[in-house]
């Protein structure tokens, strides 16, 4: 059983940066894609940026490419998500995804606010 844990959600002003953390139990996170994905009240789930399991395979939404960088360390069973340049329209919780074997598991989320 593979559990996510979230971290490193806040306040930021526009233009400013956040770095999110998503520890993962167990000993099977080099075998997992992972991914971050945010939803913003009132509206659905989207996807943010996927990595491959070795991490030399990155994925990002049109929305946030160029300023965000997700990454991950196989040696800590951790994966980031390095955020530059927020906006407003970043304004979300961001929740941490594993897909293993096809079953999708999910982190309980960290809010990322962004002011203007």
């Known amino acids: 059983q593979v559990q996510l844990v979230e971290s490193g959600g806040g306040l930021v002003q526009a233009g400013g940066s956040l770095r999110l953390s998503c520890a993962a139990s167990?000993?099977?996170?080099?075998?997992?894609?992972m991914g971050w994905f945010r939803q913003a009240p009132g509206k659905e789930r989207e996807f943010v940026a996927r990595v491959s399991r070795g991490g030399a395979t990155t994925l990002y939404a049109d929305s946030v490419k160029g300023r965000f960088t997700i990454s991950r360390d196989n040696a800590k069973n951790t994966v980031y998500l390095q955020m530059n340049s927020l906006k407003p329209e970043d304004t979300a919780t961001y929740y941490c995804?594993?897909?293993?074997?096809?079953?999708?598991?999910w982190g309980q989320g960290t809010q990322v606010t962004v002011s203007s």
């Open positions: 995804n594993a897909d293993f074997l096809g079953v999708q598991i």
């Open positions: 167990g000993s099977i996170f080099s075998t997992l894609t």
